[in-house]
């Protein structure tokens, strides 16, 4: 094991290796050197030293004196970090002071970390009751764990497209025909549009091109707040491309064509098995389960005349279809 592996932890994680030789040296009073050769972190914390009675032996420190080297050196340094904060303070608080009406001053919450559904929908709900002109909306999966947040998602969109506010909202091709989606399109009144891509990024919601929000991790627990102008606009720019490249869904359905029997779902596949992805991950990235990805690619290679996996990209590429741009037809 190597010497970064042993140092990098502290004290307080001694591991295993290096505890039971520093058990091991208690009880019998040494070890031999090239014993700790493998946990040089009992040196590097001061917990066994060279013996003085002899070259190629190690004795330990006794728990007390290392336990209090220790923790005198934590003290250390929490002294400095004190001593540091009250000259930071010192410097700061005349400054402090002075008016600042006309610096620029950087508003604290161009981002706010968000944490929890609750606090989420509480800032969406905020933000979304403030909104005049138009939603931006990118929806990678439709998932509410609870009836009553998905009718407090509706009623709220409701709410602004009554006030005339514009919605657009953007989704992948597995959602083009799923229930919870078709149901909601039925039910919301007013100026809103959605449209769908193969893939998209994860969440997204901008309002009236002043406020941000996007997904803080994975699992959508936690999400980020953005005020800062220069990001909105980006992120704007940004769905509007991705709006441009999307195929309508509502209120105009567009159904992609196919291309001599491959449907676009497959030529979506298709391209990802080029790039050498997996099933896994072909199916996460097109957001459909592993075993709707896997009959796709199988429907895909009967169609092409595959045998096998590798003998599948190399027909897909001599067909040309990953070449085709589709023209959507009504």
Known sequence: MSTATHTEHGAEKLCAKGA??????????????????????????????????GPGRLEPVSPVAALHRLLRGIEDRISRE?????QLTAMFEPLMRVDTRHTGIVDNSAIAFLSGSEQINEAITAAVADASRELLC??????????????????????VLDRGVRIRTLYQHTLRHA??????????????????????????????????FISGDKAGSTALAVRQPALVGYFATFFDRLWRLATPMYPDAVQPPTIHGITP???????LLTEGHTDTAIADRLGMNVRTARVHIAKLAATLGSESRAQLGYLIGRSGILEREPKLRP
Do not use: W
Request: glycine share 4%; charged share 35%.
């Open 179 to 212: 229930p919870m989606v078709l149901a909601r399109y039925e039910q919301l009144k007013g100026d809103t549009e959605a449209r769908t891509l193969d893939e998209i990024t994860d969440r997204l919601i901008v309002v009236d091109g002043e406020v941000a």
């Open 138 to 159: 990118i929806q990678p999966h439709v998932r509410y764990h609870h009836q009553q947040n998905r009718h407090v998602a509706l009623d709220r969109d409701q709410a």
């Open 20 to 53: 039971e030789l520093y058990e091991r040296a208690l009880r019998e009073g040494h070890v031999r050197s090239e014993d700790a050769a493998e946990t040089p972190c009992l040196l590097a914390f001061g917990l066994l030293r060279p013996a003085t009675d």
């Open 82 to 86: 004190r001593h540091r904060e009250e």
């Open 265 to 271: 779902r497959q030529r979506a596949i298709a391209a």
